[in-house]
């Protein structure tokens, strides 16, 4: 079973590795696998965020402009 990283803990992590991309001091491989990290974890951000707005556009749509929800169905790639 797949473990559930939050938005906030995600983007904590990026700047771990921002930093330490920044400084300069690591080897190339341990560069490109950090980036690479960093490309993965910035993906699932972006996945993450698609879904928030996916809901909140779903509850802005509301009849005669008041809010209303509506079931959130996921569509699959």
Known sequence: MEETVSFEENMKK???IAVELEK??????TSVSKFEEGMKISKQCSEILEKAEKK???LIKGNNGELAEENFV???E
Request: aromatic fraction near 0%.
């Open 24 to 29: 300069g001091d690591l080897d190339l491989d």
């Open 74 to 76: 996921q569509e699959e």
């Open 56 to 58: 909140i556009t779903m």
């Open 14 to 16: 990026l700047e771990e």
